[in-house]
């Protein structure tokens, strides 16, 4: 048992991010291993802070060390392969252990220091204490006398065939307060365990067999020899919206299961769970585990546990579900791999896809990428042999795909239509009414009005902590800041430049939801967007209402424009997607096509044909007519050769250092010194590809009234970058900069912090 172990505290600085040594007490010494939660004394007066045990037995660095303080349980322990992904992600993303660790288990399996009952110990507790439940069991007999009531004799018979919860027996009709007698006579023994909770207990099992289509089979044959043997291997589902690719990955998962491993489904929205949930719970029933941020704390624990325990053969989640403590993973699936979602933008700052090639390798797993507009980055991997490529060319059941409209918006302008939804989207909404079919509208822009800005001096009304528009909400009839959450109440009328008249301008989904209902007063009309879903399971509530046909027409931002499948929308409809056209960052044609391909594929997926309008200012853009005709691969080629000549990724690595703090001059200084830094240091390796941009302000120059700058870097994202990196951040935080401006480091950037 270990006598001394070297812990990673929490709330680290980059250069205090190392292992400290801590003394182990004689009666703590069964309790601690690899991975063990503890609580140590830290500094000159001793504070109490969270650390993690990542090595027992080292070599003390003096002769008076301090002794650990507490240890949590052995279930809160990190295991062997979890404990890989922290030292994993620290190497990878300039992350501290501690931040590491936080990332890889929720909230709710996390301890925070406290206090004893004596007042003065420190002791660890669990950030969730609600997570248990009553269990009882027989413990002796029912005495005769007094006469046992009915309720007794129920709940020793029920109980006479095992042990049972609270909630179960409650659902019987058996009160606590019958509970707690029987307990008292000795009848009932109580000990507390986790609660059990099924997410989706109402969705009935379907044991219909999976039939696939000829080249649904065979693209499932040519991914089966991967699953079957114990090496990893990486390969891209291509195939057009609604070829069935979800049809194959169940396939896949069945084939998995019977192997005797387990399979894992992410999925980049948390829109896009429920109907994830629904197949795979249909399917293979309660051993199915969910991993989101929109579950409550309980319940992310609860189903964290019950992986943990071994109790899940699935899981599905948004991107954190990476993490999920399963074991024996035999297939890794990333639906809709190309979303940027998938990329954490919070330390650590980690790419899902580069985290599961991780997982997949150490369990010899298939690692299956899935879309209709995959990554230019991985379907270059693809052509060149590194990752195998398979199609599906075309819709399940041989539906045809949609017929597309391009509008163009000045000529609605000019013929004397002033809406933003154009007289042949009209036209084709009202024929969709009338045939009782429904529509799905994407603008990618919630709130009402999108800016104010003033008729004299054309000054636009910014939020007062970030250099950003802020949007008018009527909903609340306030401006709001969609990046610190600044509002203003009431919206002012006058520009607090020149005294000037303020004009409200711009389309939201809140007015675009208005507009819809004076253009069409019988149709029933969803919004769809972060203020209509911020309920707890709005997502699930409000899109099964769609499918039950409860709502006509559907208008949202991003999260209507993939994997959402119903069957009577027939008609599709983008508005307002020039301002994505046209903005910064090296993928913003990439995002377009993609947002557009796949919006333009959630119609005609059943027997009846689609249809689909795209609104635009510049009908003639060539993205915008390659997605309006569906084709990927000459996007492609387009965009590939557009990447080489810029030399943007997939032929180099692109990391962005970011800087941010409340004086701008001291931000642009700070930037400057690590920009030298670097240079001196990458001096010293003059064979090493390196290209440094900036520094420059970043593409948003303020949040929350802190200034940002960054340094753009193309290089060779392996590890002779990265030590490059971490000694000019060594360097940078012994010049003591981080107290003029905070630096963060992200190897999976778009281009901006």
Same mark, same amino acid.
């Given at each position: ?14 250069? &205090?991010?190392?292992? @400290? ?20 004394? &830290? ?67 996390? @301890? ?26 027989? !413990? ?223 369990? *010899?797993?298939? +690692?299956?990428? !899935? ?25 399940? *059941? ?84 969609? @990046? ?35 253009? &069409? ?119 590939? !050769? ?5 030399? @943007? ?21 700070? !930037? ?15 064979? +090493? ?65």
């Amino acid at each position: 048992m270990p006598k001394t172990v070297g812990v990673a505290v929490s709330n680290a600085t980059f250069h &205090f991010d190392k292992l @400290y040594t801590y003394a182990v007490m004689p009666d703590q010494q069964d309790a601690v291993r690899l991975g063990s939660m503890v609580l140590v004394p &830290f500094g000159r007066g001793s504070r109490a802070r969270m650390g993690v045990v990542l090595a027992c037995d080292e070599e003390p660095e003096s002769s008076k060390l301090k002794f650990l303080f507490d240890v949590a349980p052995a279930s809160a322990c990190l295991t062997p392969e979890l404990l890989r992904l922290v030292h994993f992600l620290k190497e990878r993303t300039f992350c501290t252990y501690y931040e590491a660790v936080k990332a890889v288990i929720p909230y709710g399996a996390q @301890y925070k220091p406290a206090v004893a009952a004596d007042g003065v110990t420190p002791v660890l507790q669990k950030q969730l204490t609600r997570h248990t439940e009553n269990s009882y069991k027989l !413990a002796g007999t029912l005495p005769a006398k007094p006469k046992p009531t009915a309720k007794q004799l129920a709940a020793v018979a029920l109980l006479g065939g095992g042990e049972r919860t609270q909630t179960e027996l409650e659902e019987k009709g058996i009160s606590r307060a019958v509970l707690d007698n029987l307990c008292a006579k000795g009848v009932l023994e109580c000990s507390k365990v986790n609660k059990s909770i099924d997410l989706y207990s109402s969705i009935p099992l379907k044991n219909e067999p999976i039939r696939l289509t000829a080249e649904q089979q065979a693209a499932y044959e040519a991914l089966l020899p991967h699953l079957e043997d114990a090496a990893p291997h990486a390969a891209l589902l291509y195939g057009v919206t609604g070829s069935g690719k979800t049809l194959v990955f169940l396939k896949l998962i069945e084939r998995c299961l019977q192997l005797g491993k387990r399979a894992l489904v992410l999925v980049p929205e948390i829109s896009l769970t429920p109907q994830m949930i629904l197949r795979l719970k249909s399917r293979f029933g309660k051993r199915v585990a969910v991993q989101h941020s929109a579950l409550n704390h309980t319940e992310r624990l609860l189903q964290w546990q019950m992986i943990q325990d071994g109790g899940a053969d699935i899981v599905v989640g948004t991107r954190s579900a990476i993490f999920s403590p399963l074991e024996n993973i035999g297939l890794v699936i990333i639906d809709e791999e190309q979303e940027h979602t998938y990329r954490s933008e919070s330390a650590p700052r980690y790419a899902a896809h580069e985290v599961a090639r991780q997982r997949a390798a150490e369990n *010899g797993s298939l +690692l299956l990428l !899935a879309s209709a507009t995959p990554s230019t980055e991985s379907f270059y991997a693809a052509q060149n042999g590194r990752t195998q490529l398979v199609r599906l060319t075309q819709r399940y *059941g041989g539906n045809p795909l949609p017929s597309v409209q391009i509008v163009d918006m000045r000529a609605e302008l000019a013929s004397g239509n002033p809406r933003e939804i154009s007289l042949a989207m009209e036209d084709a909404i009202r024929r969709n009414l009338d045939a009782g079919k429904q529509t799905i509208l994407l603008l990618n822009r919630r709130g009402y009005q999108t800016m104010a800005q003033c008729d004299d001096c054309r000054e636009v009304l910014k939020c007062p902590k970030c250099s950003v528009p802020m949007v008018y909400h009527k909903a609340g009839h306030k401006l709001l800041c969609h @990046y610190c959450g600044t509002q203003l109440d009431p919206p002012p009328k006058t520009c607090p430049a020149c005294g000037g008249k303020l004009l409200y301008r711009g389309f939201g989904t809140q007015k675009a939801e208005e507009e819809l209902a004076q253009l &069409f007063p019988e149709a029933r009309v969803l919004r769809m967007d972060q203020d209509s879903t911020a309920a707890k399971d709005a997502h699930e509530k409000l899109l099964a209402k769609f499918a039950r046909h409860e709502y006509d027409i559907m208008v949202g931002t991003q999260m209507v424009a993939k994997g959402l499948d119903f069957e009577d929308v027939t008609l599709v409809g983008v508005l307002g997607i020039d301002s994505l056209l046209f903005a910064q960052g090296f993928r913003a044609y990439e995002t377009v096509f993609s947002l557009i391909t796949q919006v333009v594929g959630r119609s005609g997926r059943a027997k009846d044909p689609g249809f689909a309008i795209i609104q635009t200012t510049d009908p003639d853009n060539p993205v915008l007519n390659l997605a309006a005709a569906q084709d990927y691969d000459a996007f492609f080629e387009q965009e590939i !050769a557009y990447r080489k000549l810029g030399l @943007y990724p997939p032929f180099c690595g692109l990391c962005v250092v970011g800087f941010s703090g409340p004086k701008e001059i001291e931000v642009a200084r700070a !930037a400057a010194r690590f920009s030298a830094l670097l240079g001196r240091q990458a001096a010293q390796q003059p064979d +090493l590809p390196l290209r440094v941009l900036g520094p420059t302000p970043g593409n948003i120059e303020k949040i929350n009234e802190n200034y940002r700058y960054k340094l753009t870097i193309k290089c060779r994202a392996d590890k002779r970058f990265r030590d490059l990196v971490r000694q000019t951040l060594g360097l940078y935080e012994q010049e003591k900069l981080p107290s003029k401006a905070t630096v963060v480091v992200d190897m999976h950037s778009d281009g901006d912090i």
